[in-house]
């Protein structure tokens, strides 16, 4: 990358230090064009979500203002929670999967005790790359168990694998395409991590006789710890958003995945088929507020932990 | 789907290509690994290669399938060829089929990325580099504020999104689906890191003694040594605007309008309505042909992407 040298010795969450000792409006000039744009797609819709969320279409009297009514009715709703439990199931199993492969994965590169590293990391990378309706009707295909991978398989054993797509697998065969998708991706992040760790720790470990594994346990992971926590926040809003890939599953496994399978499906049919658009940002709204403090939770306690 | 990479640039002093570290260096006797000359592991390769095979097989049979026939994808091994070779007039069929709407499909993709993902960059790129380079007022709120909306739930958005610009009469139009990927909150977060280590604020005022304004110090200084960082940041974006599927979807009715995610979706799902003709040889070649251009461009663009794409918060 750029060898220039630089004042700046590290970038870090928090605001940088100033640099220039004039403060003036011209930075709004390049700053100007993301904000207007920002306040349009970001902070618009959420206000207007907000203020749709306090009122009502009622048949009689027309829309309404109803105060806290909407959040009353979704904190009582079953489709609702129902679909929240299916999504916090999922990320409890399916989250530390993808990041556990992941984070072997970035362990095995980074040994550089394997052969032909660049090639693992560019293919086990490339799902990335691919649309998440591509990646669901290429697995949609091969879970078949007439004409996909499965049936073949089925054929060529002369076993009965059970149908990924009946509705006690289709949230696990979900599971499994979803890990597909972001498995390189979450080891790129890992491996990007460990390659700034400096060889002087692992050497320093060593001299005092700590094992590989020793190795990994107390220097490694401490020091990857920001990465880690970046990719369990990113995995968790992931999961509380799952919804392409049952809204596309659903042709093929009509009975297994119903309209209110997740909480954006819940909110989707809420809007588009039922048109009880209120109803619908409220439960959006209450969902992004849960993903918030689940958020925070999650790098309150990955900062915490270790040293 | 998880945000568009959390990306920075490793600045590592390590060669990102070498296994071996700067220096050589003696080998302890006493110790089998070394962090500098470990031995390679058949078993670890072996291991690894577990995950190579899951992440390739799928692709593999997507290769496989889009040289088959309808009736060949059913019949044969789905990791095998079958006896017919039908790639070449699945390919013809697909941007055919239908008065080759495929075919607009395609271009509106083309649109959607061009715009949206180009106009993401630059907003970033002018965003990232103002958020590094200049002290203004309120720039530590809009740091706040854009920070905390990267929490927020993209999907959440998309129908009150919806409803505003169908009242602002945008729905079903392209920029419906061009403007709300115009913004990239991390993109913003990876230029601004990006440029407060790449320009040196001694040339930006070497510029601006030479006479330079504020839009020629940024062409002419700023601009070049921001270039990787702006390769990457269209990159992410680029994946994130073709393989978008869920704005196209709220905002989009008429097909003729389609991002190639919806279309596809739709000739797969044609099948399960009554009187619609199944096509799925035109499903899986046309999936094939979707995702080639971006597997291209990560191949090709590898360097930028390789050695050092890092959650931003890595560093701290």
Do not use: C
Request: no cysteine.
């Amino acid at each position: 990358m750029t060898t220039l040298p630089s004042p700046a010795a590290r970038p870090r969450p928090a605001p940088p230090p100033v640099r220039r000792s004039r403060r003036s409006w011209r930075g709004w000039g390049f700053l100007g064009p993301f904000v207007a744009v920002f306040a349009l797609v970001f902070l618009a819709p959420i206000a207007y979500s907000v203020y749709l969320s306090l009122f009502r279409d009622r048949l009689i009297g027309g829309n309404t203002f109803v105060g806290l009514d909407n959040y009353r009715q979704a904190l009582g709703d079953e489709q609702f929670w129902a679909a929240l439990g299916r999504v916090s199931l999922f990320l409890a199993v399916q989250v530390p999967v993808m990041l556990g492969i992941a984070l072997l994965v970035a362990l095995a590169l980074d040994s550089g005790r394997l052969y032909g590293r660049d090639f693992f990391r560019v293919s086990i990378f490339l799902p990335y790359a691919v649309p998440a309706v591509v990646a669901t009707l290429m697995w949609g295909f091969m879970y078949g168990t007439r004409f996909g991978l499965v049936g073949d398989i089925n054929d060529a054993l002369g076993v009965s694998l059970p149908d990924p797509l009946s509705p006690d697998l289709v949230l696990a065969s979900i599971g499994n395409i979803v890990t597909w998708e972001f498995v390189g991706y979450n080891m790129l992040i890992f491996y990007a991590a460990l390659r700034v760790v400096p060889h002087s720790l692992y050497e320093a470990a060593q001299i005092d006789g700590a094992g590989q594994l020793r190795v990994i346990t107390a220097v490694k992971l401490p020091a990857i710890r920001g990465a880690l926590v970046i990719a369990t926040i990113f995995s968790v809003i992931g999961s509380f958003q799952l919804f392409n890939e049952p809204s596309i599953l659903q042709p093929l496994a009509p009975n297994a995945v119903t309209t209110d399978f997740t909480p954006n499906s819940y909110t989707y049919a809420l809007s588009f088929n039922g048109q009880q658009h209120n109803y619908s940002a409220t439960v959006a709204i209450v969902m992004g507020l849960i993903t918030m403090v689940i958020a925070y939770v999650v790098q309150l306690r990955g900062m915490r932990k270790g040293v | 789907m998880p945000p568009p990479a959390a990306t920075v640039f490793d600045r590592s002093p390590a060669a990102p290509s070498g296994g071996a570290g700067p220096a050589p260096r003696l080998r302890a006797p006493r110790h089998r690994y070394s962090a500098d000359r470990p031995r390679r592991s058949v078993l670890l390769t072996v291991l690894t290669g577990l995950v190579l095979l899951y992440s390739l097989v799928p692709l593999i049979w997507l290769v496989l399938g889009a040289t088959k026939t309808q009736q060949g994808l059913s019949r044969s091994f789905g990791l095998w060829f079958d006896g017919d070779f039908a790639l070449w007039d699945n390919i013809g069929q697909t941007f055919t089929y239908d008065d080759g709407v495929f075919t607009r499909w395609l271009l509106n993709t083309v649109l959607y990325v061009g715009l949206g993902a180009g106009g993401a960059t630059v907003l970033a790129v002018l965003g990232g580099y103002a958020l590094a380079k200049f002290d203004f007022p309120g720039r530590r709120a809009v740091f706040a504020v854009v920070i905390g909306a990267v929490a927020v739930p993209g999907t959440a958005l998309a129908v009150p999104t919806f409803l505003m610009f169908s009242r602002m009469g945008l729905t079903n139009t392209p920029w419906a689906v061009i403007v709300p990927s115009l913004i990239s909150p991390f993109g913003l977060y990876l230029m601004w890191v990006f440029a407060t280590e790449a320009v040196p604020a001694e040339l930006m005022e070497a510029a601006r003694i030479d006479g330079a304004g504020e839009v020629r110090t940024f062409l002419t200084v700023a601009l070049p040594l921001l270039a990787p960082g702006i390769v990457t940041v269209l990159l992410f974006t680029m994946v994130a605007t073709w393989n978008n599927y869920f704005l196209p979807l709220v905002m989009l009715k008429d097909p003729d309008w389609y991002p190639l995610t919806l279309g596809l979706n739709s000739w797969n799902a044609q099948a399960a309505t009554a009187g619609g003709e199944a096509v799925f040889h035109l499903v899986v070649t046309g999936s094939l042909i979707t995702v080639l251009p971006l597997i291209a461009a990560f191949l090709l663009l590898q360097k930028y992407w390789r050695s050092g794409l890092a959650a931003g918060s890595v560093k701290e």
